[in-house]
């Protein structure tokens, strides 16, 4: 049972555009979104999150866009970096003690230059 | 700045030896979290822990993994007798409150032979 979906695997943006990778839930009980990002061999990194209560929230170069009667959230990244070249799950969590992030299976961006 | 150490970075093991993944939470986390992340696989969910005892796991987390929080800082994940399956990066995570992002160690490259 997928909660999080990321439906695509892969993205490839040229450099100083914008890149916009999607997740949808089904849980409708999640409260809390986040965006990771994630090189090889190396933990998640966090980038941006948003809670339920709102639907936009930006943070430099990131923002996350979330529609919840459409159980969507996006994240919009621009201008895209070719550092920013990695593998970003979405992770959803719902308003419980100690409850899991759920992640997504992930999206893998490249940004070429 | 603080974060999440994890130790060793790779190990190795004989199928059905016994192992157990060190992490060190940053220190006024109260939520603590194992996720474990099969090679091009997404990142799982395996338990979450809070007021020295599990509060969340996963149909993953079976009688086989158990946790620990021996001493108040460290934060260790057990698997009694390994699997061939088990083979994965196991990541461990904190976060202070709820509503708030998690913090992901580098992770431990567990291989079972």
């Known amino acids: 049972d997928q909660q999080v979906k990321q439906n695509s695997p892969s993205l490839s943006v040229q450099e100083g555009r914008i890149s916009i990778l999607n997740c949808d839930y089904t849980?409708?009980?999640?409260?809390?979104f986040l965006w990771y990002k994630k090189y090889p061999a190396e933990g998640p990194t966090f980038l941006i999150s948003?809670?339920?209560?709102?639907d936009k929230n930006e943070d430099g170069r990131f923002t996350v866009f979330l529609n919840k009667s459409a159980k969507h959230l996006s994240l919009h990244i621009v201008p895209s970096q070719p550092g920013d070249s990695a593998v970003y799950f979405c992770?959803?969590?719902?308003?419980?003690?100690?409850?899991?992030?759920?992640f997504g299976k992930g999206t893998t961006l490249s940004v070429s230059s | 700045e603080p974060e999440v150490t994890q130790t060793p970075s790779h190990q190795v093991t004989q199928m059905g030896q016994e192992v157990i993944l060190r992490c060190v939470p940053i220190?006024?986390?109260?939520?603590f979290y194992w996720y474990r992340q099969i090679l091009g696989q997404k990142v799982e969910f395996l338990v979450s822990?809070?007021?020295?005892?599990?509060?969340?796991k996963s149909e993953i987390f079976d009688d086989q993994f158990s946790v620990e929080r021996p001493d108040g800082s460290n934060f260790t994940l057990k698997i009694r007798s390994t699997k061939l399956e088990d083979s994965a990066m196991y990541f461990c995570?904190?976060?202070?409150?709820?509503?708030?992002?998690?913090?992901f160690g580098q992770g431990t490259r567990l291989t079972v032979v």
């Open positions: 992770a959803a969590s719902t308003n419980q003690a100690g409850t899991a992030l759920i």
């Open positions: 220190s006024n986390h109260l939520y």
């Open positions: 849980n409708s009980m999640f409260d809390y």
């Open positions: 822990f809070y007021n020295n005892e599990i509060s969340e």
């Open positions: 948003i809670s339920s209560i709102k």
């Open positions: 995570a904190s976060r202070s409150s709820r509503n708030t992002e998690a913090f």
